[in-house]
């Protein structure tokens, strides 16, 4: 065995059974790595505090054995990701339709909904809840 192949070896067998690096500890790590840059900018030293904290995080969640728990906690990181891009993707949409449609809520169920500009006021009829209101296009 060459010298690399033992350290991978070693590192394979340090690895084993324990939950690794997932993508919740990529972001905690890049948070980590911002922060220590805006404490250096600012001279906050609360900010590298911090960093460190999630530092110690990323490196407990990397050597747990508690697998189905460090699973789930990426999963839940993964579905509020999710959520944000989707409404960040949502927001841009109604911004680049401005011109054409008129953005609102439902006051019922607080659904995005929207009407062609200038259709003058009509009754919508919300598609989620079916709840209908009067609107103005
Ligand atoms: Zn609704």
Known sequence: MTFWEKIKQSLRNLMAGRHGVDQLSLVLVWVGLGLYV???LLNLGILSLISMALY??????????????RTAENRRYLAYQNKVQTNVRQARTR????KQYRYFRCPNCKAWLRLPRGAGVVTVTCGRCKNSFTQKG
């Open 95 to 98: 911004f680049k339709n401005r």
């Open 38 to 40: 805006l404490a250096a």
């Open 56 to 69: 110690a995080v990323t490196i407990f969640r990397m050597f747990s054995r508690n697998l189905e728990k």
